[in-house]
């Protein structure tokens, strides 16, 4: 039987919010909060971005006992530490590592090419792994890849031992009927895509958030 995992952004997806600036007893408030409410993973944010976000990420991770603590890292092994060390005190650590996908990203914003990126998410999945069992890898910008890449690439990081993927649209533009067919061609050409849960971030730039979730389910 297949079962729904919530994973809540509210306190870093949120605290990126115009206007919004949350501190450390609002976000520990808000972290009780979705832990009572039954939610799956709670993301933390993002630790090596500030100290302040690393004493929040450690803090939380110290109050939520039940829900598992999720921390964001880069592909990067310096991240990975951080990350590793914010999430030290918690009872269920999750690792969440983004990397984009798309040529955009990849020759855009890293100035690399889709056989470096790829080695770079292979790398830092093997390396996250050392410490925390549960590891998620963000394909940034899934929508606009090629989609036998990111097939290859899916397929590479859940070798190395991630447990999530999570699909994303970056740019917040995509339809239903174009999410069901990128969840549907991953379930038909990641070959060992049954080992891994398939995750969706779904941007609401357009009010199509709630309908591309549930048209992923429906994949």
Same mark, same amino acid.
């Given at each position: 039987?297949?079962?729904?995992?919530?994973?809540?952004?509210?306190?870093?997806?949120?605290?990126?919010?115009?206007?919004?600036?949350?501190?450390?007893?609002?976000?520990?408030?808000?972290?009780?909060?979705?832990?009572?409410?039954?939610?799956?993973?709670?993301?933390?944010?993002?630790?090596?971005?500030?100290?302040?976000?690393?004493?929040?990420?450690?803090? *939380?991770?110290?109050?939520?006992?039940?829900?598992?603590?999720?921390?964001?890292?880069?592909?990067?092994?310096?991240?990975?530490?951080?990350?590793?060390?914010?999430?030290?005190?918690?009872? #269920?650590?999750?690792?969440?590592?983004?990397?984009?996908?798309?040529?955009?990203?990849?020759?855009?914003?890293?100035?690399?090419?889709?056989?470096?990126?790829?080695?770079?998410?292979?790398?830092?999945?093997?390396?996250?792994?050392?410490?925390?069992?549960?590891?998620?890898?963000?394909?940034?910008?899934?929508?606009?890849?090629?989609?036998?890449?990111? #097939?290859?690439? *899916?397929?590479?990081?859940?070798?190395?031992?991630?447990?999530?993927?999570?699909?994303?649209?970056?740019?917040?533009?995509?339809?239903?009927?174009?999410?069901?067919?990128?969840?549907?061609?991953?379930?038909?050409?990641?070959?060992?895509?049954?080992?891994?849960?398939?995750?969706? #971030?779904?941007?609401?730039? *357009?009010?199509?958030?709630?309908?591309?979730?549930?048209?992923?389910?429906?994949?």
């Amino acid at each position: 039987m297949e079962r729904v995992k919530i994973l809540d952004a509210t306190l870093y997806g949120g605290g990126q919010s115009p206007g919004v600036a949350l501190n450390l007893e609002e976000k520990l408030e808000i972290g009780r909060l979705l832990e009572e409410m039954g939610i799956d993973a709670i993301q933390v944010g993002f630790p090596i971005s500030s100290p302040r976000e690393f004493e929040a990420a450690r803090e *939380l991770s110290r109050a939520v006992r039940e829900s598992a603590v999720c921390a964001l890292a880069r592909a990067r092994e310096e991240d990975i530490d951080v990350a590793v060390a914010a999430l030290k005190p918690a009872a #269920h650590p999750v690792l969440q590592i983004g990397l984009g996908a798309s040529d955009s990203y990849i020759e855009g914003k890293l100035k690399t090419t889709r056989e470096a990126a790829l080695e770079l998410a292979v790398d830092a999945v093997r390396h996250a792994r050392r410490y925390v069992d549960d590891v998620q890898y963000y394909a940034a910008d899934a929508f606009r890849a090629d989609p036998a890449y990111l #097939h290859r690439v *899916l397929d590479a990081v859940i070798g190395a031992g991630a447990t999530t993927i999570n699909i994303a649209d970056t740019v917040g533009f995509y339809t239903p009927s174009e999410w069901g067919s990128l969840i549907r061609g991953i379930r038909e050409n990641v070959p060992n895509v049954e080992q891994a849960t398939i995750g969706v #971030h779904c941007q609401n730039d *357009l009010g199509l958030a709630t309908a591309n979730a549930i048209e992923s389910l429906v994949n």
